[in-house]
């Protein structure tokens, strides 16, 4: 034993130690073995190709679009089935959301359902609903379908554990791959476009999907991931490092070609997160520099670009901070739809349902505007799924999110081939988040191609320890035979696209409105309108089916009470859109001119009153009364304010028409006092135009309140009168004389005319020169000068206000009042 108690402690504190590092050592090799299980990357790669091709093929808007990508899908996990099985949470979400759909499929009386919206539909126009929970069980159930192929598709990329190699080179192909989709979106947009992409509802399209914003939203993080390729291959020292950085710049121009400021904030909040997170390796300071100074970089080029975007963003600058945040037509939709899941918090009113039921049951009156959606992922899986589908996803998601990286001190790996992995990880779960985010505002993921590279990256962005137990040949076999019936699925939709096969699902309803509108061509009427019946059979709260199917009831010459029901139902379905209601009334001038004005009423019932709608509504109503004059009275009957009624006599011929419908107004309004005073002008200067101006000086006179709105009319009578001083009395009474402007501070008379003779091009020293003499008293001399001033180009018009007031001063009314009439047609508004 050693006499040395330094040494004596030293060897006892030696075993411990070793004990502890031999354990730690047997605990890294563990899971070193654990994660070195993983699936081949070729899996990862066949993945990203399925998506890219998605979006090449539309996204799935289409029907023959969602049967092509649904074969690509199937395809993928017949081939690439889960190589891991998912822990106990992920599967149970996972099943439990991929049965909620069904639930919509139950009677309604199961849960004490009723909905006095069903009954009245059957007894005031013939509508039966289904007395299933959901109203339309068929679309339902087709919601289903897809929901189940994104459940299998969802499932395959989570239980993946692809490679390091491999997820990289999956991360790589889904940029390239992105950055094909946005060249692809220019050449779409320049001329030779795609026929199987989708239009927006204006009729323009830029990009794969309807909704630029999801167009911009994935260029954003396809932004990210070339980034983050870029930024790899040049610390792998490859020649890639090139293409990957010359590929960012395609997305990036694409959002700002696509005047998208959601996409440009997903891109700047992405890149950010990416930055200070997954790009450098230490340093927070230095990385919040970097981020700020190219995120600035980026804003300050679109912001001063001449595009649409610009503008833009410019205008966004100038925009009150209330109307900026709050955007209150979302705002507003966001309550509505809240106040619906209220009604039915754990169930919802069934899959595929909102944009047919919302507006019978919404209160939200906004005439302009349909409402296909809520304007959030999150919101229209409320309402269509309650609580039964909002807490599987939100338990999935805190299992990913507790799966996607360290999130406490210590536990990263600090070895480069570990980092490398990370940063991938973490590139992959921020280019998902921002997808996530996304889904908070909009309704990305309702699409089947957006969904499966949202779900991809999800499946990237999962640490391998967290799967733990590889799948086996019966449960790959499930997934195949699921990828099986997938492909089925998706050649049934390519059937029905194909109009090879037809089967009950609401699919064929698209594919039948074009058949339809063909046969209407040919004038076959009565087989047009056997295939509108099964239309409205396969979906019965379709209101465009019922539109469509009055038109046909007109064109074969039915009574014009069937049509007419059928209209009424088109509109009881929508009861809030109102441009619906004026086409109706203009396919009626074809066959019963007088039906017209009751769907008329109804669009000017709709539209807000005393808004631009309205009186822009009434106006091309009235367009038409050239060829149905008949339809002038009750034109008129319908106009119920003053504006309105301003608008119909502005669409009056002159002589006995007008003299008609202007007493009429001035008994409806004897004093005026209830109308605008811009109405006020306008109806003054169409009753001189149009109408006796004897009358309506005499009118005036007798109203000298209203000789504000309508002296100019009265001094042109006086003037043809050749009353040229009441004229000019009325006249300098109304406009005001304007101020002198800004001299030059010389009052030498001398040296203004001199200045005036050297400068006979410049008016200022003239009109300096004119009120020098005006102030010496001097109005002959000063008249001289205004006359030559005038005579100038580029004149201030002021001067020959002036000028007309010097004619008065020495009592040359006839002069004054030329230069006056003048300055009134020149500028009304004075």
């Known amino acids: 034993m050693s006499s040395n108690p330094l040494s ?32 081949p990357g070729w899996r990862g790669v066949l993945l990203a190709l399925v998506v890219i091709a998605s979006f090449l093929l539309g996204s799935g808007s289409g029907v023959w679009s969602l049967g092509a990508v649904c074969c690509l899908m199937g395809g993928a996990v017949v081939f690439a089935p889960p190589a891991f099985r998912l822990p106990g949470i992920a599967a149970v979400s996972l099943l439990i959301f991929g049965l909620v759909p069904l639930v919509g499929l139950l009677p309604g009386s199961w849960f004490g359902i009723q909905a006095p919206w069903r009954d009245s539909l059957l007894e005031s126009w013939g509508i039966a609903v289904p007395q299933t929970l959901s109203p339309d069980p068929r679309a339902s159930f087709e919601s289903w379908l897809v929901v189940m192929a994104g459940m299998a598709w969802l499932w395959t990329c989570l239980g993946q554990k692809i490679s390091d190699e491999g997820r990289r080179w999956c991360l790589y192909t889904l940029a390239a791959g992105g950055a094909l989709v946005a060249g692809a ?40 991931l070339c980034a983050a390729a870029t930024y790899d291959t040049y610390r792998r020292k490859s020649y890639l490092g090139w293409i990957f950085a010359g590929l960012f710049f395609l997305p990036l121009i694409t959002i700002f070609m696509n005047t998208s400021r959601g996409g440009l904030l997903i891109f700047f909040v992405g890149m950010a997160v990416w930055i200070t997170t997954a790009a450098m390796k230490q340093g927070l300071f230095r990385k919040m520099v970097v981020a700020v100074a190219i995120l600035l970089a980026v804003f300050s080029v679109a912001l001063v670009s001449s595009g649409k975007l610009g503008e833009r963003l410019r205008g966004l600058l100038v925009e009150e901070k209330a109307s900026v945040f709050t955007s209150s037509l979302r705002v507003d939709l966001a309550k509505a739809t809240l106040a619906n899941v209220v009604d039915r918090p754990w169930i919802g009113h069934g899959f595929d349902t909102f ?100 779900s991809l990256l999800l499946g990237l962005a999962i640490r391998p320890r967290r799967l733990k137990v590889a799948t086996g040949r019966v449960e790959q076999t499930c997934f195949r035979l699921a990828g099986v019936a997938i ?23 698209p594919v039948l409105k074009g058949e339809v509108f063909e046969l209407t061509k040919q004038g076959r009427f009565r ?49 809030h859109y109102a441009n619906t209601c004026f086409e109706e009334g203009v396919y009626w001038l074809k066959f019963a001119p007088e039906m017209a004005m009751i769907p008329w009423r109804e669009c000017l019932r709709r539209h807000p009153r005393e808004s631009g709608e309205l009186s822009s509504a009434y106006g091309e109503m009235l367009g038409y009364t050239g060829l149905f004059p008949e339809l002038r009275p009750p034109l008129w009957a319908m106009a119920e304010s003053p504006k309105m009624q301003i608008i119909f006599l502005n669409a009056t011929q002159r002589g006995a028409e007008w003299e008609e419908y202007l007493s009429k107004f001035l008994a409806n309004h004897p004093k005026l006092d209830s109308v605008d005073p811009e109405q006020l002008q306008i109806f003054f200067k169409l009753w001189h135009d149009k109408g006796n101006q004897e009358r309506l000086v005499e009118w005036l006179q007798a109203h000298p309140k209203m000789l504000v709105y309508g002296w100019r009319h009265v001094s042109q009578k006086y003037a043809r009168d050749g009353k040229y001083e009441e004229a000019v009395l009325l006249v300098s009474k109304f406009l005001k004389r ?93």
Not at 9 to 27: A, G, I, M, N
Not at 195 to 216: E, I, K, V, Y
Not at 381 to 410: D, H, N, Q, R, Y
Not at 492 to 503: D, E, G, K
């Open 8 to 39: 004596a402690d030293k060897s006892e504190t030696e075993v411990p130690l070793q004990k502890v590092k031999v354990f730690k050592r047997r605990r890294v090799s563990v899971e070193k073995s654990e994660a070195e299980e993983t699936a």
């Open 185 to 224: 979106s220019w050449i779409h947009s320049a001329g030779y476009p795609f026929s199987w992409w989708p239009q927006d509802p204006l009729g323009s399209s830029f990009g794969p999907f309807a909704n630029r914003n999801h167009t911009s939203s994935l260029n954003a993080i396809t932004c990210i």
């Open 355 to 454: 944009s047919t039921i919302f507006p019978v049951l919404s209160d939200l009156d906004v005439s302009g505007v349909r409402f296909l959606h809520p304007e959030s992922d999150v919101l229209l899986l409320a309402f269509e799924g309650g609580l039964l589908a909002l807490m599987p996803c939100g338990l999935l998601l805190l299992w990913v999110i507790k799966s996607t990286g360290p999130w406490k001190k210590g536990a990263v790996d600090h070895r480069s081939h570990e980092r490398s992995a990370r940063r991938w990880r973490q590139t992959a779960a921020i280019g998902a988040g921002m997808a996530l985010v996304h889904s908070l505002f909009d309704v990305p993921n309702h699409g089947i191609a957006y969904a499966m590279h949202t």
């Open 487 to 509: 492909v089925a699925l998706g050649g049934v939709w390519l059937a029905i696209a194909s109009s090879a096969w037809l089967p009950n699902l609401p699919a064929i309803v």
């Open 527 to 575: 087989d047009a309108l056997v295939l509108a019946d099964r239309a409205i059979w396969l979906t019965p709260l379709d209101y465009r089916l019922y539109y469509l199917r009055a038109q046909l009831l007109l064109q074969l010459r039915q009574r014009p009470e069937r049509a007419l029901l059928d209209f009424g139902r088109s509109r009881t379905l929508e009861p």
């Open 738 to 830: 304007p101020e002198r402007p800004a001299t030059f501070g010389v009052a030498d008379v001398a040296r203004l005319e001199k200045a005036f003779v050297f400068n006979p091009s410049d008016p200022r020293p003239g009109i300096e020169l004119f009120y020098a003499k005006r102030a010496m008293g001097d109005l002959t001399a000063a008249r001289l000068t205004a006359e030559k001033v005038v005579a100038l180009k580029e004149v201030p018009p002021y001067m020959k206000l002036e000028l007309a007031y010097i004619y008065m001063d020495l009592h040359d009314a006839r002069q004054a009042w030329a230069l006056l009439e003048q300055v009134m047609l020149a500028s009304p508004e004075i």
